[in-house]
């Protein structure tokens, strides 16, 4: 039989393996006083909290630029129009001249009669291809951008005033496919790679999906903190009401077979892995909503220096057990 020396004096395993909500952990750890100075072993008390549940959604900044593109397009398209409408009428007064003239008084001849009926057709006929032109490109850019974002464009008010005159961007949130977002959050928080955390109000859905995923939306986001144009974000978006809880911070945190973990102290030098597996990932930790049997609460005891230490020499202590077994 071979048995592997603790590298953390007074280490000992009341068991060795358990399971939680259908998950295999590790047992308790338990340590002696000074056990829990040599390994380093650091605890807070968590703190109640309220939080919000919510998706993590996959996001870009969008060049304005396009936007500014579609706008000049409309602008041109209803300035044709004005125009054609304007030679449509003239056509149409001046035929009228003719053809009554050529009725009343026979000084018009049939040829000038006819010439008039032939302007005042065209005319018409371009009005009518100026406004189809206008209605297609208006429905391409409904297809592409949306209601709320195509009449934006077309009347140049709406978030984009804000982005004409720099004190606002653009951005799309893309949620995952199968996430349980009901419906979009009036606001959510977009963080970059690099810098400070931008809130965004909503615009409104995307009719396109990016890639195939999930339903996409448009946000604004005001103020200085706009990321630069392209630049791919992590959307938080709120899928409910806020709801109590506690924070675990990301440093407390260790893994174990793609499942995150965190020890509490269950005793005077005992410490209990407990798997995070329905806790809503922040950007500061997990978040674990306060409800009845939940091990993490208010004023529990975790360990947030030392939790790698402990994972790994119980993980090695549990393969020591199962050779002495052989």
Not at 151 to 180: K, R
Not at 199 to 204: A, D, E, N
Not at 232 to 246: C, D, I, K, Q
Request: charge should be neutral; hydrophobic fraction near 45%; include cysteine.
């Amino acid at each position: 039989m071979r048995r592997r020396l603790l590298l953390v004096a007074g280490l000992l395993l009341s068991g060795l393996l358990s399971s939680a909500r259908g998950q295999t952990v590790l047992a308790p750890v338990k340590l002696t006083q000074d056990g829990i100075i040599a390994g380093g072993i650091r605890l807070e008390k968590l703190q109640a909290v309220r939080h919000a549940p919510t998706v993590t959604a996959f996001g870009r900044m969008v060049d304005p630029a396009r936007l500014a593109a579609l706008s000049a397009q409309v602008t041109e398209a209803t300035a044709d129009i004005t125009a054609a409408e304007a030679k449509s009428k003239l056509a149409q007064d001046e035929a009228k001249r003719i053809a009554s003239l050529y009725r009343a008084q026979g000084n018009v001849s049939m040829a000038e009669h006819q010439s008039a009926q032939s302007a005042e057709q065209v005319a018409t006929a371009s009005e009518i291809v100026a406004k189809a032109r206008l209605r297609a490109l208006e429905a391409a850019i409904r297809a592409t951008w949306g209601a709320t974002l195509a009449s934006a464009i077309e009347n140049g008010d709406g978030p984009l005033a804000e982005i004409w005159t720099g004190s606002g961007c653009l951005a799309q949130a893309t949620v995952p496919f199968g996430s349980d977002l009901v419906a979009p959050p009036p606001q959510a928080i977009a963080r970059p790679p690099n810098g400070p955390a931008l809130t965004l109000r909503l615009v409104g859905p995307s009719p396109q999906s990016p890639d195939g995923n999930g339903p996409g939306y448009y946000y604004v986001g005001s103020g200085t903190a706009c990321p630069p144009v392209g630049l791919p974000l992590r959307v938080e978006m709120a899928t409910g009401p806020e709801v109590s809880g506690v924070v675990i911070p990301a440093t407390a945190v260790v893994w174990r077979s793609a499942t995150p973990f965190v020890y509490r102290k269950s005793g005077k030098t005992e410490f209990t892995p407990v798997a995070l597996t329905e806790a809503d990932r922040t950007a500061d930790g997990y978040f674990v909503k306060d409800e009845p049997g939940v091990e993490l609460k208010a004023s529990v005891s975790i360990v947030v220096a030392g939790s790698a230490l402990l994972l790994s020499e119980a993980q090695a202590a549990g393969a020591a057990g199962s050779d002495d077994d052989d």
